[in-house]
């Protein structure tokens, strides 16, 4: 472990060095600790561990515009404050797709608005412009992962598409893409001074990235100071040379950010850490060297594996 945290800490101080506009840009450095969406699953004494940087702030795009123009900031809000009363920064994550609220009234495929949907995009830009005007100002804000055109019924982050989109009539990969380049626009022009997180995935499908590498390009070429990049399957059995994961590293190979989300706790526990632990493929030691060699600044991982993070 020590070695893979005096790579994230060297990587991000020779990018400060190297440009005065990134070190203005706030960015994750180190171990975010996954929280449940829309619920505090993490206890103050756990966030409080010197190994964790900081939190992943997750909420339903649902949970939070209510209705038209109705914003409830409640659970942010109060997750925020614990971060800044426990010194620890945070990312946000707005989870869309088939958590989008129901008053948008528009068509649904496998449960989530058809990504080009003009009426969702509208509404989610005005949800992101919200969120800004409530948080970018925040020195905490480490940064924020994208949203907007998501899949259901999964409910991630990712631009994976949902089963036979591609069959659906007016789908074309372009579309797909200038949905998410669309919704990259809206965060950044509401959030100026964090990191822009992609989670990444393997779109439209496949071995084919294309989607995913057209909407990787246009945030590296529009935000090349805030982009991050990154994929939420790491794990000790990553094969490194697999689509997902080859594309982080190619991001990495030219100078930004990239992290990556632990696909899973590697230990069994409570409070949200339990899961099926033969799908991690080995040691937590193992996946943090893969996410080592891919030049990783920061990790996402489970309150089980707080210990398996602490340097020997």
């Not at 005065?20 to 103050?44: C, I, L, T």
């Not at 998410?180 to 995935?201: E, H, K, P």
């Amino acid at each position: 472990m020590k070695n893979v945290a005096l790579w994230i800490l060297m990587g991000v101080a020779t990018l400060c060095v190297s440009s005065d506009g990134f070190a203005q840009v706030r960015q994750p450095v180190g171990y975010y600790v996954m929280q449940e969406v829309g619920s505090q699953n993490v206890k103050d004494n756990k966030l409080a561990s010197p190994v964790f940087s900081g939190i992943v702030i997750r909420q339903r795009w649902a949970s939070i515009n209510p209705a038209p123009g109705v914003y409830n900031w409640t659970f942010l809000d109060q997750q925020v404050l614990r971060a800044r009363r426990l010194g620890k920064s945070y990312i946000l994550a707005i989870y869309t797709g088939n958590n989008a609220p129901l008053w948008l009234g528009v068509p649904l495929f496998k449960s989530a608005p058809l990504p080009w949907d003009s009426t969702m995009l509208s509404a989610h830009g005005r949800m992101v412009a919200a969120l800004g005007q409530r948080y970018a100002g925040d020195g905490n804000l480490a940064g924020v992962e994208l949203s907007g055109p998501t899949r259901g019924p999964s409910g991630s982050l990712e631009m994976h598409l949902a089963e036979g989109l591609t069959r659906y009539p007016g789908y074309s990969p372009e579309r797909v893409a200038l949905s998410w380049m669309t919704c990259v626009d809206q965060y950044g022009s509401a959030f100026r001074n964090c990191a822009l997180i992609s989670d990444g995935g393997v779109a439209p499908g496949g071995q084919n990235a294309s989607i995913t590498q057209a909407v990787f390009d246009y945030l590296a070429q529009n935000y090349p100071l805030q982009a991050h990049f990154s994929h939420c399957a790491l794990k000790a059995s990553t094969p490194e040379n697999a689509v997902h994961h080859a594309i982080i590293v190619q991001m990495a190979r030219r100078g930004f950010g990239v992290g990556f989300e632990m696909i899973g706790p590697s230990v069994a526990g409570v409070d949200g850490q339990n899961g099926p632990i033969a799908r991690f493929g080995g040691t937590f030691d193992q996946a943090a060297t893969i996410a080592n060699r891919a030049g990783a600044r920061w990790l996402k991982i489970y309150q089980g594996d707080e210990f398996n993070a602490m340097s020997p």
